[in-house]
């Protein structure tokens, strides 16, 4: 498999990604491995990745060694993917696979794990290209396009603008004011920030990803709410939060994001035991996870999230049910719940039961780890 190999691969993910309404594809097994099916294409089209293609680097024996464990990890995903998917298809026209090669659900651990050994030794060859004197270090970096790092590094002085379009993981430790300056172009953003401190990503105008991570200390958890103050801008495609500790009432903020496709809420995003979206909506908004959040109480309507294809909810354990309103999505094709009450798993069934009704057998619900009656009596009286 040459890069054209891997550009047919990306090709074939984006039909299963997309369905594209093609009947062979458009099974419940296929759609629940459709995040699988991204993240592949993601780091199929990294762009760090993509460098190991270009003309300049042909030649140099440590870039071809990584282009061929590259490529050879790729034509690994490709044989499990094609594998998955005959699978699939052979089940659903009633028979039963023959060969234990064929598995039921997508299994892709080994191809993460070679592609991340890739992007690792990548990552350190392009820093030892760019170990030089004070003299020359900053003319050699400004036209550098994508950082990425495995854990979270502060950003050394850099008195020149630079073109970088993506930068994973750095510490804001001195806010964002200086951070432009230097990245005016950031257009992928993974970040740790601080409790307490005002973090203007408006500024950054042609940022469409951005991961934020806030750092906090016992003292902040016990104290309540944080004082974080947040914005970012309209050009945001992907956002994910992490311990910003920010009131529901707070969403209205994300709520006005008019090309918002992707939310993501980890632990601490948002702290309170109501979410109500009074009747605003999400009106780009496709995929929308809740993780680890004391959400109790979830008041929505199916206009708040016109265009919502999947909902997954993981292990939010005080949450009482899914609101039913939002089964009322036409664009609704998954729910997965994980880890929650049984309670949530009972709603998302109902939800399915009334689309059924109405002749919709779109909706797809996946649901694990249902955490027993007892458990939550038990929690209750602690």
């Known amino acids: 498999m040459a890069y054209a190999g891997v550009q047919m691969l990306m090709e074939k993910l984006k039909q299963l990604i997309n369905r594209n309404h093609i009947p ?107 170990k030089m004197d004070s003299s020359r270090r900053t003319p050699d970096l400004v036209n550098l396009r994508h950082l ?56 950054l105008t042609y940022l469409e990803k951005l991961d934020v991570s806030v750092k906090s200390t016992m003292h902040d958890v016990l104290k309540g709410y944080g004082k974080n103050q947040i914005t970012f801008p309209a050009t945001l495609k992907t956002l994910t939060l992490k311990g910003c500790r920010l009131p529901w009432s707070d969403m209205s903020i994300i709520q006005s994001l008019p090309n918002l496709q992707v939310l993501e809420l980890q632990a601490m995003a948002f702290e309170g035991s109501c979410w109500n979206t009074d009747g605003q909506e999400f009106p780009q908004l496709k995929f929308l996870r809740l993780w680890g959040l004391d959400i109790k109480h979830w008041e929505a309507y199916g206009t708040s999230f016109p265009c919502l294809r999947q909902l997954e909810i993981i292990y939010c354990a005080d949450l009482e049910e899914i609101p039913l309103e939002i089964g009322e999505i036409p664009t609704f094709e998954l729910i997965q719940i994980t880890g929650c009450r049984h309670t949530v798993g009972d709603s998302v069934r109902r939800i399915q039961e009334e689309q059924n009704d109405f002749g919709n057998y779109d909706l797809k619900i996946h649901i694990s780890e249902e955490l027993p009656a007892s458990l939550i009596e038990r929690l209750k009286n602690q």
Not at 57 to 63: A, M, S
């Open 148 to 203: 990425r790092i495995l854990r979270p590094f502060f950003l050394p002085s850099i008195e020149n603008p630079m073109n970088l379009q993506t930068i994973s993981s750095v510490e804001l430790s001195d806010g964002l004011d200086k951070f432009q300056k230097c990245f005016p172009y950031i257009k992928e953003l993974k970040c740790e920030t601080y409790e307490d401190e005002e973090y203007d990503f408006k500024s």
């Open 24 to 130: 062979s594809i458009n099974y419940p097994s296929i759609i629940y491995e459709r995040p699988q099916f991204q993240h592949l294409y993601d780091e199929l089209d990294n762009p760090m990745i993509q460098t190991l293609f270009i003309d300049q680097h042909q030649g140099l024996e440590r870039v071809n060694d990584l282009k061929k464990r590259f490529i050879y990890a790729a034509e690994e995903a490709q044989y499990i993917v094609d594998l998955f998917v005959s699978g699939v298809h052979i089940r659903n026209m009633g028979h039963f696979p023959t060969s234990e090669d064929f598995k039921s659900s997508l299994n892709l651990d080994h191809v993460w794990s070679s592609f991340e050994s890739v992007k690792v030794e990548l990552m350190s060859m392009n820093i030892d290209n760019i």
